[in-house]
């Protein structure tokens, strides 16, 4: 079993920057990809970014694509998502999870561990 905990979201005028941060226990993540979602209100959970095992892959959804960067540590099992030049329609719970691949996927249901989320809020 696996367990995620996502750190580092707040509020946060527009312009500005977050970094995110999940730390994995349980079990080594060296031989998964991660992947980041965020969900907003009334909204599906949406596709973020993702990074392969060793991290030499990354995907970026295109609303995210130069403004984001996703990365991670094996060594210590962590994953993170630096987020600058916030707008408001990133406002969102954002959640880090665990594929049963080890290349990078935008795909939901390639993910098998989910963390509980943080709440990111941006405003104008």
């Known amino acids: 079993q696996v367990q995620l905990v996502e750190s580092g979201g707040g509020l946060v005028q527009a312009g500005g920057s977050l970094r995110l941060s999940c730390a994995a226990s349980g079990r080594s993540l060296s031989n998964s990809a991660m992947g980041w979602f965020r969900q907003a209100p009334g909204k599906e959970r949406d596709f973020v970014a993702t990074i392969s095992r060793r991290g030499g892959t990354t995907d970026y959804a295109d609303s995210v694509q130069g403004r984001f960067a996703i990365s991670r540590d094996n060594a210590k099992n962590t994953v993170t998502l630096q987020m600058n030049s916030l707008k408001p329609e990133d406002t969102a719970v954002y959640y880090c999870?665990?594929?049963?691949?080890?290349?990078?996927?935008?795909?939901?249901?390639?993910?098998?561990?989910w963390g509980q989320g943080t709440q990111v809020t941006v405003s104008s």
């Open positions: 999870a665990v594929a049963r691949v080890s290349y990078g996927t935008t795909r939901y249901k390639d993910y098998d561990y």
